[in-house]
């Protein structure tokens, strides 16, 4: 189906309360990928909803996510299917919730979304910690050289030690610049703070001084923190004001020596100036989870460098937490389709 053998489509039905007790006729709801078990168990045991699930690991194709959304009342998607006016129009006016496996939400035509009177439900703080630990991860793995280190011993580029061969940047006594103290950025810092880091500086749309207390973190414009930070960490959402803003100029303030990692959203990141920078020297090396677009082309300039370390976007990859946000999504959307209030809605 779709053009894609392995994928097929499986249709679940159950019970889903509404206010008050049972509604008189289902309710449809379509779930665009496979998801944990958890999380569709918990939609399959409620009563009154029609479950229709895209039972493949691979995306939903665009044709039949607008044939499947047609005459639904909820949908359960995530942040790679693009949720936009024509989606909303397939769906037509029986829509009344969308709820995102995801923290982030510029995927979804949140003007289109708000005009309709649509409610949505997303999955923030679950995808903290593990977000955090791969943030850290992958900032150890740029900054230590491991990945380039672990194929030399493949490759039998390992001979003997070697004073200065396959060197890096350590933490203890390093400046740490993060790009948007939010629930991440913090959990980011309390994980990098025994490693031994001397200064915290930190950048977004306004000082959090009781956030930022706990790591005497500075509150400094942008262009101070590329200045002084021996590692760049960035946390902070996609927005028409942070979008890009990693650029040319960004890259050249920062020092030779210094570390870049990004586990917010590709697009804040100009991914040109980023390989200018680390293929002529501006820094030392980067760390990627997020690109654009995603997944990164394997002929990309950026995949040619040893001093660049991408991965698929594995940052909430944990089995834990990828099962916390398939029940929270199912929770939101029931709730959004009994009239209730979700665990965690979106205000529009």
Same mark, same amino acid.
């Given at each position: ?32 990928? %496979?998801?944990?078990?958890?999380? *569709? ?41 693009? @949720? ?10 029986? &829509? ?10 510029? $995927? &979804?035509?949140?003007?289109? @979304?708000?005009? %309709?009177? @649509? ?20 900032? &150890? ?17 390992? +001979? ?20 948007? *103290? ?43 923190? /590329? ?39 590709? /697009? ?9 920078? *680390? ?5 030392? /090396?980067?760390?990627?989870?997020? +690109? ?7 002929? $990309?300039?950026? *995949?040619? &460098? ?7 976007? @594995? ?13 929270? /999504? ?13 665990? $965690?809605?979106?205000?529009?």
């Amino acid at each position: 189906m779709g053009g894609a053998s392995f994928v097929r489509l499986s249709v679940r039905s159950g019970r889903c309360a509404g206010p008050g007790g049972a509604l008189g006729a289902a309710m449809s709801v379509f779930v665009t990928r %496979r998801i944990p078990a958890e999380g *569709l168990r918990v939609l399959s045991q409620a009563s009154g909803c029609r479950v229709q699930q895209w039972d493949s690991e691979e995306p939903v194709p665009r044709a039949e996510l607008l044939s499947r959304v047609a005459g639904t009342r909820g949908l359960l998607c995530l942040l790679s299917d693009r @949720i936009d006016r024509e989606v909303l129009d397939a769906a037509g006016p029986g &829509l009344k919730v969308i709820s995102t496996m995801s923290v982030g939400f510029d $995927h &979804l035509a949140l003007d289109e @979304i708000k005009k %309709r009177g @649509i409610r949505v439900g997303y999955t923030p703080d679950v995808l903290t910690d593990a977000t955090a630990e791969l943030s850290v991860a992958l900032l &150890l793995s740029a900054c230590r050289r491991l990945l380039e280190a672990a194929q030399q011993v493949k490759s039998g580029g390992w +001979t003997t030690w070697k004073p200065l061969w396959m060197c890096g940047y350590g933490l203890s006594d390093s400046t740490v610049g993060i790009i948007g *103290l939010g629930r991440i950025g913090q959990a980011v810092a309390r994980r990098l703070k025994p490693f031994g880091v001397k200064k915290f500086l930190y950048t977004g749309s306004g000082p959090k001084p009781e956030s930022a207390a706990e790591f005497g973190a500075e509150f400094v414009p942008l262009a101070r923190l /590329a200045e002084e930070s021996d590692f760049v960490v960035v946390t902070c959402a996609l927005t028409p004001a942070t979008q890009g803003m990693c650029n040319k100029d960004f890259f050249s303030r920062m020092k030779k020596t210094s570390v870049f990692v990004n586990t917010s959203r590709g /697009a804040v990141v100009n991914q040109e100036d980023l390989y200018d920078a *680390l293929a002529q020297g501006q820094i030392a /090396a980067a760390g990627l989870d997020v +690109t654009t677009p995603e997944p990164l082309p394997t002929d $990309h300039p950026l *995949l040619s &460098l040893k001093n660049c370390v991408i991965l698929p976007h @594995i940052g909430s990859a944990t089995y834990a937490t990828r099962s916390t946000m398939a029940v929270l /999504a199912a929770n939101n959307l029931l709730a959004g389709l009994r009239g209730e209030p979700m665990p $965690h809605e979106l205000k529009l």
